[in-house]
Structure formats: C-alpha cells, structure tokens
C-alpha cells in the first residue's frame, strides 16, 4: 500500500524567508501527487498537483514543488513567505486505478515569525 | 458553484446520542468522500462513493458508524450511539472521476463534540 511521510510536523521561519517542506511517498510506480493548505477552521485548499510531464509544477500563492523520482520525494517550497502562509501543509499521493483515493501524509504546521 | 457544503459546521451532543452529519458535493462530481480529523491521528479516509455506491468503507471506525449516498446531491454520515472519542472534524470531499485522477474539493467541515 502507499505511504507519505511528512517529517516535519511543526517548522517556524521568519517572514521573507525561504520555504522547503518536505515530502517523501512510498509507491511501486509514479503516483499522482498533492500539495493542500488548511487554514486554521478551514477545510483544505489544493495548492498544486503533479500527474505527468514536467516535475517542477507551480501552484497557487506563488508555491512551487518538484517531483524528484529517485528520492520519491514531491517537496513544496516558496522564496519568500508571508505571514498568510502560516497554516497546516499535506502532502497526498492518490492511484489512478484506486478510484481517486487519496492516502494523506501526517501534515506540517507552519509558524512564521514577524 | 458554491463549493461541497457540510451542515452542521458544529455540533455538539451528549454520549449515546444519534448524530447526523451531511454534505453536499460539487454539482457534476461522482466521488464523494467522508474524512475524520484528529490531533492524535490526523487525517482518514472513512468511506467513498463512486456513482453513489460505496466502494471502500474500510476505514469506517465501527459499526456505530454509517454513511449513505441516497442521490448523486446528498450524502449523510451517521454515528449511533456516539461516543466521546468520537470528537473530531469530519470533512466532506467531492471530486469528478473522468480520464484521470481529479483534485478533490473539501467542505469546510463539522466539528463534532460528544460530550
């Protein structure tokens, strides 16, 4: 069965800085991968998503993340953070013959100090 | 479109009683999926619905819990009785199965308390 392991749960950078949160699936072949943001009392909001093509997707807010194959890694990043981006980041890999099942990692808490 | 809408957004009961969460899908998608949120176990998938039939409800904690899918507009999920460990965020999720695998659209939840 598929895995994502989020390692971080909580990271806390500064406002402006740069952004890596990190991503790791387990899964025989290349799966469809997910980045979602939820905002405290909020459901969750797809940032971006890979399927196919060029490994470097661009998302929403000005995030980005890249497929690396030899590392099963799909890890989000943004250059410059905001104080609006602090929120709870999941990873989701899902299968194309599983019905649109989606297996979630355990999320990262992001923290941006002023 | 209004996006997939859940009622209750908050619902707090006492232990054994009957609770009945609801949700409303994207008009056009035929997945729906029931997810539960806590700190100690994060996010599950409960059960989904493909063309309202259930194809995988192995994630349905117990008996006590139960989710139908009477039209392609509506679903409920249903605990009886309730429990306290049952407190959490219950999210719905809707998405369209075509050619590929879609994104999934996410209510904006229901937090349940048993009290």
């Known amino acids: 069965a598929q895995s994502v392991t989020q390692p971080d749960i909580h990271i806390t950078v500064s406002e402006g800085a740069s952004l890596e949160l990190r991503c790791n699936y387990s899964?025989?072949?290349?799966?469809?991968l997910f980045w979602y943001v939820q905002s405290p009392g909020q459901g969750l909001q797809l940032l971006l998503k890979?399927?196919?093509?060029?490994?470097l997707v661009q998302g929403i807010k000005g995030f980005e993340a890249e497929f690396k194959r030899s590392q099963s890694s799909f890890n989000l990043r943004k250059p410059s953070v905001h104080w609006s981006d602090a929120a709870e980041y999941f990873c989701?890999?899902?299968?194309?013959?599983?019905?649109?099942?989606?297996?979630f990692g355990g999320g990262t808490r992001l923290m941006v100090k002023p | 479109d209004a996006g997939v809408i859940q009622s209750p957004r908050h619902e707090v009961t006492e232990m054994g009683q009957e609770v009945t969460l609801r949700c409303k899908p994207i008009?056009?998608?035929?997945?729906l999926f029931w997810y539960r949120q806590t700190m100690m176990r994060g996010l599950e998938l409960l059960i989904y619905?493909?063309?309202?039939?259930?194809?995988?409800d192995s994630g349905m904690p117990e008996d006590r819990f139960s989710a139908k899918m009477p039209n392609a507009s509506f679903s409920t999920l249903k605990i009886q009785p309730s429990e306290p460990r049952d407190s959490a965020v219950y999210f719905c999720?809707?998405?369209?199965?075509?050619?590929?695998?879609?994104?999934?659209?996410f209510g904006p939840g229901t937090r349940l308390t048993v009290l």
């Open positions: 999720a809707s998405t369209y199965l075509g050619g590929g695998l879609g994104e999934q659209f």
């Open positions: 899964y025989g072949a290349t799966p469809y």
């Open positions: 890979y399927f196919s093509g060029d490994t």
């Open positions: 989701a890999v899902g299968l194309n013959n599983a019905g649109n099942m989606l297996t």
């Open positions: 008009s056009g998608h035929n997945s």
């Open positions: 619905f493909n063309n309202n039939v259930p194809i995988d």
